[in-house]
């Protein structure tokens, strides 16, 4: 059975730091591109950052810069480290995976998703 479930998420300050981590489970990890996606209220799922096993990454223009994905081949996880959190970043955010190599943006090209964590930036 296909798993990916994040933690880390929470409230916190503006300007402050949390640490999101996806745990994977059921698939060959190497083959898969993972990505971080986030949903506020009232609005689209949309592209946060994405890893491949080569660890080519990507980043949306909004957190580049505060942002930083790492991926663990050997145990399965990737990682998102968010700095400088603003009130905006304030969302749903969920881990999902993508057979193949390449970074992906859309939502709709990714296969398998995790449940999602809350992340709160107070101001």
């Known amino acids: 059975e296909v798993q990916l479930v994040e933690s880390g998420g929470g409230l916190v300050q503006a300007g402050g730091s949390l640490r999101l981590s996806c745990a994977t489970s059921?698939?060959?990890?190497?083959?898969?591109?993972i990505g971080w996606f986030r949903q506020a209220p009232g609005k689209e799922r949309e592209f946060v950052a994405a890893?491949?096993?080569?660890?080519?990454?990507s980043y949306a223009d909004s957190v580049k810069g505060r942002f930083t994905i790492s991926r663990d081949n050997a145990k399965n996880t990737v990682d998102l480290q968010m700095n400088s959190l603003k009130p905006e970043d304030t969302a749903v955010y969920y881990c999902?995976?993508?057979?193949?190599?390449?970074?992906?943006?859309?939502?709709?090209?990714?296969?398998?998703w995790g449940q999602g964590t809350q992340v709160t930036v107070s101001s």
């Open positions: 999902a995976a993508t057979l193949g190599k390449t970074i992906l943006i859309l939502p709709t090209a990714y296969n398998y």
């Open positions: 890893s491949t096993w080569s660890d080519n990454t």
């Open positions: 059921g698939f060959f990890f190497d083959d898969y591109a």
